[in-house]
């Protein structure tokens, strides 16, 4: 195999093997720092060795052999010695072909990773930041190319995201009982806030950031198979499959947004929305009452299900939107229950519900508020109240897709 071959291999062995390196060495060190460090030389070791040696024929044990002997070395001559140099050496034998890959209960470890990285302790953009970091593997370049952040801003974000977890001394453990909900709901909510941010982008250019979507999609599976007893994992997953579906159809060639109601729904995804539907009914399956991750797939499900738009079961989603108004309310939930409301009683009632949210002044500076008045007053054959709203969403709009898709419908209103 040529360097270059083997340099690519290597790569996908890291994309593989590196959350589970630093759950391990993170479970053995009880220091999320040191843990990456240490897995961070391992692979500098294989850059060096494997081009003259080739790929040893179970990579993630060579790599994590060499991860353990740094610790040991790096503790030798660090004051870290009396706390950790015991632990560390008692796991870690000469390194053999036949090595174990990673241990027993690796994914135990990778669970308490992606506890750790979501820790409440933390504020919610370094969860994220440290969970694209450790769990997905990406470079700090990066993740601030996703999130249009500059780099030394993201790079000490994730530094004192490890300082936090350092200093707060947070246990690499799993809760239990109600800290575990508690903590659960963390883990969600930062694997679903990084799958929209790529799904439909807060600012710049590109409406799309498909390596978000991708990577929170991949942690949700991961999370559905470690905690398969929870039904808002299976909630989750299926609503990242679902919404993975119609991900290509969101973008049109020339870069412009595509509503839904425009979409070709022939070209949606099959394999994502099986996958979705599966993971809805694994967590329907469980018995429980249904949290808002079960909802919102439920009703993506009602959107993939539906052979168009006007097929649709508005009257289903708009009851559970409803649903979900009593379980989590917050406003953005009650502006999407007025579109499906005007969808399936007519557009008077959907306004009525749009304008108690205006006048409440709960949704100031949310471009979609006035988005969804105009296209409501259009639809009632109010043009020029209309055209006003889309050019004030059109103003409150940060991505530049959106604003271009918001002026042309503020454009296609009939003056009077």
Same mark, same amino acid.
């Given at each position: 195999m040529s360097e270059a071959g083997v340099r690519q291999t290597i790569a996908a062995v890291w994309s593989m093997e590196a959350p589970k390196l630093i759950a391990v060495l993170t479970r053995l060190t009880r220091d999320v720092g040191i843990a990456e460090d240490l897995a961070q030389d391992a692979l500098v070791a294989a850059l060096e060795k494997w081009p003259q040696t080739g790929i040893p024929d179970n990579p993630g044990a060579w790599l994590m052999t060499t991860a353990r002997r740094r610790g040991i070395d790096l503790i030798r001559r660090s004051q870290l010695r009396e706390r950790k140099y015991e632990q560390l050496a008692g796991h870690t034998p000469l390194y053999a072909e036949d090595e174990p890959d990673l241990g027993e209960g690796v994914g135990d470890d990778l669970l308490r990773l992606i506890f750790l990285t979501c820790h409440p302790v933390l504020a919610q953009e370094s969860r994220v930041a440290l969970t694209l970091r450790l769990l997905c593997g990406l470079t700090t370049e990066q993740i601030a190319r996703s999130y249009l952040a500059a780099e030394p801003a993201i790079a000490q974000r994730i530094v004192r995201a490890k300082r936090t977890l350092a200093a707060k001394q947070v246990a690499f453990e799993l809760p239990e009982g109600r800290q575990l909900q508690e903590r659960l709901s963390a883990v969600l909510e930062a694997l679903y806030l990084m799958f929209n941010e790529g799904y439909a982008a807060t600012s710049g250019d590109d409406l799309l950031r498909p390596l978000l979507c991708r990577e929170a999609l991949r942690l949700s599976r991961v999370l559905a198979e470690l905690m398969p007893g929870e039904p808002e994992v299976h909630g989750l997953a299926a609503l990242l499959e679902l919404q993975s579906s119609r991900l290509r159809q969101r973008v049109a060639p020339d870069?412009?947004?595509?509503?839904?109601?425009?979409?070709?729904?022939?070209r949606w995804d099959r394999l994502h929305m099986r996958r979705g539907l599966?993971?809805?009914?694994?967590?329907?399956?469980? +018995?429980?009452?249904?949290g808002p991750y079960l909802l919102q797939a439920a009703i993506a499900a009602c959107h993939a299900e539906a052979p168009s738009e006007a097929e649709t079961d508005w009257v289903r989603i708009s009851a559970l939107y409803e649903a979900l108004m009593q379980g989590q309310p917050s406003p953005v939930v009650e502006l999407n229950r007025a579109v499906a409301v005007a969808?399936?009683?007519?557009?008077?009632? +959907?306004?009525?519900?749009?304008?108690?949210?205006?006048?409440? +002044?709960?949704?100031? +500076?949310?471009?979609?508020?006035?988005?969804?008045?105009?296209e409501l007053l259009q639809r009632l054959g109010r043009p020029a109240e209309a055209r006003a709203e889309f050019e004030r969403a059109a103003g409150l709009a940060r991505n530049a897709r959106e604003r271009d898709l918001l002026l042309e419908q503020a454009a296609s209103c009939e003056a009077i």
């Open positions: 870069g412009r947004l595509v509503r839904l109601r425009d979409q070709n729904r022939a599966a993971a809805l009914e694994r967590g329907r399956s469980l +018995g429980r009452r249904y969808m399936a009683f007519g557009p008077a009632i +959907g306004l009525a519900i749009a304008d108690e949210l205006e006048r409440r +002044g709960e949704l100031a +500076g949310y471009h979609l508020l006035p988005s969804v008045r105009g």
